[in-house]
């Protein structure tokens, strides 16, 4: 296990805020765990509440290929107001028609996926918990929201809700984690597959440290997975932090950070690895203020993409001379736009063609 080693002698040197954690994570043992069924099981759909509609589960719209594209200047800064003309998409360096453009307006539907093991005595099971207490106090009400832990099993703690305290509980009621496997291919994986079933914007937040003990699948099976799916996975590393006090930086280490920033590029996110606490509440309010920034493009795939393999996509912003659109600050200085999206995509089977 890559992590196994640095956790440890990280540990020495964390034990303040494990000391912190402590008395947080004794409450939480006191309550029973949650029983809950495995995600690759979970075929139910989420139930309404109050009159609200929930998620709509379908399969992809026939023929059409949906990307969500962030545009940011290089301050990061999001910009509104653009048209469909002032988007250029190329499929495999082939140009392609955007056929429609929309803001989103939709509420934001996010899994929250918590590497929950006994690495290092559960003290980045803690941590994850604890962050992912403090995301929820950045969703609206109309957000969706449904949380799932992995360990050497995946499991759902709570479907999707609005219920903001309703998660909250489910993530109290977790007790002391079992395993120290942390089968991080295999939770994404199924988290994936359960998300594929919901039409829309659909986002994962994936707290980890990145580690992976013995997952069935592969590096190289989670990105062929990714490639197929129209989820946006965010991820934050739990144990920045740590490897920076420990003044060395593992191989194993660096190698899980690789695989997070993977998982991101590949769909259009971004992974952040903060070394203090304070950063996270700007983190978390990047998440939710790119999801509600994002515009959603769709285009028709060239005939060539449906071959069934995979097809990188570049999306640019231009303006109207056809170059690379410019804006300008408040301060009257030109800056740079861009777009992040997904790094391409694989047509489902069932809109490839026939051979």
């Not at 395993?179 to 937040?205: A, H, P, Q």
């Amino acid at each position: 296990m890559p992590l196994r080693g640095w956790t440890m002698r990280g540990l020495s040197r964390c034990m303040v805020v494990a000391l912190m954690l402590g008395l947080w994570l004794s409450a939480v043992a006191m309550g029973e765990a949650q029983k809950a069924d495995t995600v690759a099981g979970a075929q139910q759909q989420p139930k309404e509440e109050a009159g609200q509609k929930t998620p709509a589960v379908t399969a992809q719209q026939a023929g059409v290929v949906n990307v969500n594209v962030l545009v940011t200047d290089e301050d990061g800064r999001t910009i509104p107001g653009l048209k469909k003309e002032n988007f250029r998409v190329l499929d495999n360096g082939t140009p392609v028609t955007v056929q429609s453009l929309s803001p989103t307006s939709t509420p934001i539907t996010v899994v929250m996926l918590l590497e929950y093991s006994s690495l290092a005595y559960g003290y980045y099971a803690g941590k994850a918990t604890y962050w992912a207490a403090g995301f929820l106090d950045h969703l609206e009400p109309r957000d969706w929201v449904g949380l799932v832990t992995y360990d050497l099993h995946s499991r759902v703690r709570i479907d999707f809700t609005h219920n903001r305290a309703a998660v909250l509980d489910a993530i109290g009621s977790l007790g002391i984690p079992t395993y120290s496997e942390s089968n991080l291919f295999d939770g994404l994986i199924d988290t994936v597959e359960m998300m594929d079933r919901v039409r829309g914007r659909k986002t994962i937040l994936l707290l980890t440290t990145g580690a992976n003990s013995f997952s069935a699948a592969s590096f190289d099976d989670v990105r062929r997975r990714l490639r197929s799916s129209d989820v946006t996975i965010f991820c934050v590393g739990l144990a920045e932090e740590e490897v920076v006090r420990s003044a060395r930086t593992p191989i194993g280490y660096l190698q899980s950070q690789t695989f997070l920033r993977e998982f991101s590029e590949q769909t259009g996110g971004i992974a952040w690895f903060p070394r203090f606490q304070a950063e996270l509440p700007e983190i978390f309010r990047s998440v939710v203020g790119f999801l509600r920034s994002e515009y959603t493009l769709s285009f028709t795939p060239p005939e060539a993409a449906r071959d069934g393999k995979y097809h990188k996509l570049t999306v640019q912003v231009v303006g109207s001379d056809g170059k690379p659109l410019r804006i300008t600050n408040e301060s009257g200085r030109q800056r740079k736009v861009k777009a992040i999206a997904r790094a391409g995509y694989q047509l489902p089977p069932e809109m490839r063609s026939a051979r």
